[in-house]
């Protein structure tokens, strides 16, 4: 009985009639670790637009997916190095670029410059008589000293001084940053004739100074026993002048 005992112990792990055997769990992966593909960075994000298909050179395609010789194909790891600092980066044939993105969204959200409704003559700096009579000159500067610029919402303005005929003066300006264009003229008929006005010029709304181009001129004619008589004058001159905003 003893020895049957044992015999039958000793078939118990290979005959047909055996208690199954318990599979061994998987042995941990020994394949290395490539240590060149690139992680996704959550803080530069991803290099390419995700919805911009690109070839395989791509950001996205390079960076998580392995060639056939285990490194990352194209020259993802690269692109996702521009990323993560703001240079440009090449995906599908199209080039982007963190750093000009944002300095173009910081100048476009620059406020516009406000336009002032009124701009007055507060003295003369500078006074250059281009042509006309010695003798004009005095008051010609003080028709630049006195000079007010009115500026309308719809691009329009009016323009008044002193001791002038054909004032005041219309015209149109315009603003690009911080200076303002300006140009009129006023045609003024008269019993023997016409005079007519122009006035052109800028004004610095940041130093508050305005340079004002003038240029007048009359003509007449007349005819007396027959015979016809004409004169024509014209006075022009350019000033720079500071100015008050209102």
């Known amino acids: 009985m003893l020895v049957l005992l044992t015999a039958c112990g000793g078939n118990s792990s290979g005959g047909t009639g055996s208690s199954p055997d318990v599979a061994a769990p998987p042995a941990p992966s020994t394949a290395p670790v490539d240590a060149s593909a690139p992680a996704t960075d959550p803080a530069s994000g991803p290099a390419t ?35 993560g600092t703001g240079g440009s ?42 042509q006309g009579l010695p003798s004009w000159q005095p008051a010609a500067q003080n028709r630049a000293a006195n000079a007010v610029l009115d500026l309308y919402p719809d691009g329009s303005f009016s323009f008044t001084t002193v001791d002038t005929v054909g004032v005041p003066v219309g015209g149109r300006y315009t603003v690009s940053g911080e200076e303002l264009d300006f140009e009129g003229q006023s045609v003024t008929q008269g019993p023997a004739g016409s005079s007519t006005l122009e006035v052109q010029g800028s004004v610095d709304l940041a130093g508050r100074t305005m340079t004002l181009r003038w240029v007048g001129s009359t003509g007449m004619g007349a005819v007396v026993n027959g015979q016809s008589f004409a004169s024509a004058n014209t006075v022009a001159w350019n000033a720079r002048i500071p100015v008050a905003l209102g």
Do not use: I, K, N
């Open 49 to 83: 637009d995700p919805g911009t298909p690109g070839d395989g050179s791509s950001s996205g395609d390079g960076g998580g997916t392995p060639d056939d010789r285990g490194t990352p194909s194209g020259d993802g790891g690269t692109s996702s190095d521009g990323g």
């Open 89 to 130: 980066t090449t995906s599908g044939g199209s080039t982007t670029s963190g750093t000009d993105s944002g300095a173009d969204s910081g100048t476009d959200s620059r406020p516009a410059p406000t336009v002032p409704g009124e701009v007055r003559a507060t003295g003369l700096t500078g006074f250059q008589m281009v």
